[in-house]
Nanobody
Framework: QVQFVESGGGLVQPGGSLRLSCAAS????????MGWYRQAPGKQRELVAG???????NYRDSVKGRFTISRDNAKNTVNLQMDNLKSEDTAVYYC???????????WGQGTQVTVSS
């Protein structure tokens, strides 16, 4: 089973920035897709940003222009740079991924992001 460890969350003021990091078991280069998700209390988990092995990306409309997903092959991590954070970005953030022809892995513990003044 593929496992993930998220880090980098914390408390920031509106307009602030955070950088999240996701470490996965195995090489990230073997994944066809890696994504960052978030879940706020009482709401469904939603895809925030996705990164395909070929380099293409996709973002949820509400975060376009503010969030950037990238990978660091040297550190074997996938990162999410979050700028101009808003209160509605408050949630637990998770990463997940799948290899070609395979299912997504198990959900990790996530990392809490709280945006508040």
């Amino acid at each position: 089973q593929v496992q993930f460890v998220e880090s980098g969350g914390g408390l920031v003021q509106p307009g602030g920035s955070l950088r999240l990091s996701c470490a996965a078991s195995g090489s990230i280069s073997s994944f066809a897709f890696m994504g960052w998700y978030r879940q706020a209390p009482g709401k469904q988990r939603e895809l925030v940003a996705g990164l395909y092995s070929g380099g293409d990306t996709n973002y949820r409309d509400s975060v376009k222009g503010r969030f950037t997903i990238s990978r660091d092959n040297a550190k074997n991590t996938v990162n999410l740079q979050m700028d101009n954070l808003k209160s509605e970005d408050t949630a637990v953030y998770y990463c997940n991924a799948r290899r070609p022809g395979a299912s997504f892995g198990d959900w990790g513990q996530g990392t809490q992001v709280t945006v508040s003044s």
